[in-house]
């Protein structure tokens, strides 16, 4: 119904909030970080679609996603491209009454095939302009960016995104080792911008194009900045608040075999452990 | 692989994914194919790659064949075929495409390449089949009615028609059918559930039934027609013995697994 959509707002009152892994589909028991995506809508029960394309809509993040939102003060709901048969309303108007659309992880080349022989692109463009919190995890986040790095045909490589945010992204930057290397190498030889690095856990709010915000759900995770000046890397840590009560609150709902794998994997990459 | 010709087996609906009583048209499938033991790839994409349609393939191919399938969306985590996909399709003898969504699915092969490796096939002979949007995809212009209103959705155009699958599973499909092709879509073949039509190069060679009514139209522009449209039955051979007991239809596959007639129902829609 176009009688419910919003107008267009001013480029610094629309929100992206991209993370390196975590939500709902990654931390089971921690809703910091969903928490944290609902807080940023303006109204008091937001309206949040979960797009679930990147996986081929399986039925497990779906499921994932209702146990999270189901019970909180917002009005879930998700769209299936590989399920339409449920879906009578058009998509436009789907998408563009939402306050929060939520974009899981997957394959990052079949999220935007998809979206793009669907013509879901250009309406998340649309929702992003008119005020729509738009977030999302791993292909979920960098879909945003003007790249990123997928392994959506295997081995890691740069892919091409919706350029609503200037710069790359990378993802997992702690839980798999060997997608930064990849990035890394894209920055310097200047086939991909600078961007953002994030570690699971970690999310990015942007305004605009500009970062206002960097979050976490787990201690010791972190992000970093990356540019390539003349061929050499200058990388800048970024201060990420933890969200929740403080690290007591954070560490209550925290995964141990998840802090375990990121340990082995920064032993791995030669980092020291506990950094 | 020596040279055969091109072949394709469109399905109306109908096959492992859809039949549960009937092997007819799979068997026919598998008839065309020269090995003793056949190189059988599966392409679930238009499902999103679902695990339950993957289990019942390999249920009904694995005991006689080399079955293998490709998942578009699990290529990070070592399912399915890991190593090149055009190698490893070129190599089939048989690429079953599976049903769904035939836009989703056009959409994610040509963001891997894929449109381009199995028209390759194609044209080497490997044998290419499915049912629903495993069959709406070969042709030159598809009839999608998956979401919303009907609309033409271009296939990889290997076949120089247009095409209808379902035909008789909802009223309004013949004669929205009827209308596109006066208005505009090229000539082509309309499928019941249940009815395949056998493609040798370009011409349709014949088209076969798991069910003793299952029928075939060639739909056509036509200025002397009020509607615009005509319409001929094409003949269509049951592949079961005379007067065995008919294949279950398609629209009444029903397990006592709700999740699985819903299954069913996500294949029939195209």
């Known amino acids: ?275 | 692989m020596p040279n055969a010709a091109p072949q394709i087996v469109a399905l109306g609906g109908g096959g492992f994914s859809m039949e549960r009583d009937s092997t007819l048209l799979d068997d026919y499938i598998l008839s065309l194919l020269c090995s003793p033991r056949p190189r059988v790839c599966f392409l679930p994409t238009a499902s999103g790659d679902a695990d339950h349609y993957v289990v019942r393939f390999y249920r009904r191919f694995a005991p006689t064949c080399e079955a293998s399938h490709v998942s578009l969306f699990r290529r990070d985590q070592g399912t399915g075929v890991e190593d090149d996909l055009a190698s490893h399709l070129l190599a089939q003898d048989l690429i079953y495409v599976g049903g769904g969504n035939v836009l989703s699915m056009l959409g994610a092969w040509r963001a891997h390449g894929l449109d381009a490796i199995l028209r390759r096939a194609w044209r080497r002979g490997i044998v290419l089949c499915g049912p629903s949007a495993g069959s709406l995809c070969w042709f030159d212009q598809a009839l999608s009615a998956f979401h919303g209103a009907p609309r033409m959705v271009r296939g990889l155009g290997l076949l120089p028609y247009s095409n209808c699958v379902h035909y008789d599973a909802e009223p309004a499909r013949r004669s929205e059918y009827h209308r596109f092709v006066a208005d505009g879509l090229r000539a082509g073949y309309a499928a019941e559930d249940g009815v395949a039509l056998h493609f040798r190069g370009t011409a349709l060679a014949r088209a076969v039934s798991s069910r003793p009514d299952g029928a075939a139209f060639l739909v056509e522009p036509c200025e002397r027609s009020p509607a615009g449209v005509s319409e001929r039955r094409l003949h269509v051979e049951f592949l079961g013995a005379a007067g065995a007991r008919p294949a279950t239809g398609a629209r009444e596959l029903a397990g006592d697994d709700p999740r699985e007639r819903g299954d069913a129902l996500a294949v029939v829609a195209a």
């Open chain 1, 1 to 275: 119904m176009s009688g419910s959509q919003r107008p267009v707002v001013a480029l610094d009152r629309r929100q992206i909030f991209a993370m390196g892994g975590g939500g709902f589909t990654m931390e089971p028991g921690n809703p910091l970080l969903d928490d944290f995506v609902l807080s940023l809508a303006d109204v008091g029960e937001p309206r949040i679609l979960f797009l679930p394309t990147a996986s081929g809509d399986t039925t497990s993040q779906i499921n994932a996603f209702r146990a999270r939102f189901g019970e909180r003060a917002c009005v879930p709901s998700h769209l299936s491209l590989f399920h339409l048969r449920d879906t009578t309303r058009p998509l436009r108007e789907i998408v563009l009454e939402q306050d929060i659309v939520y974009v899981g992880g997957g394959s990052m080349r079949n999220l935007l095939a998809l979206w793009r022989a669907h013509e879901l692109d250009h309406l998340l463009v649309q929702a992003w302009q008119r005020g729509t919190v738009l977030a999302g995890l791993s292909a979920g986040a960098m879909c945003w960016f003007h790249a990123g790095v997928t392994r959506s045909s295997g081995p890691p490589e740069p892919i091409d995104g919706l350029a609503l945010l200037p710069g790359s992204l990378t993802v997992h930057a702690d839980g798999e080792p060997e997608r930064l290397p990849v990035w890394l190498a894209a920055v310097r030889g200047g086939t991909l911008p600078g961007g953002w690095a994030l570690d699971d856990g970690v999310g990015l709010l942007f305004r605009g194009e500009r970062v206002e915000r960097a979050v976490s759900s787990r201690p010791g995770a972190g992000a970093q900045r990356v540019d390539a000046i003349e061929g050499e890397l200058m990388r800048k840590r970024l201060d990420v608040e933890l969200l929740g009560d403080g690290p007591q609150a954070a560490l209550g709902g925290f995964d141990e075999a998840v802090e375990e794998l990121r340990r082995v994997n920064r032993m791995r990459r030669g980092g020291s452990i506990g950094r």
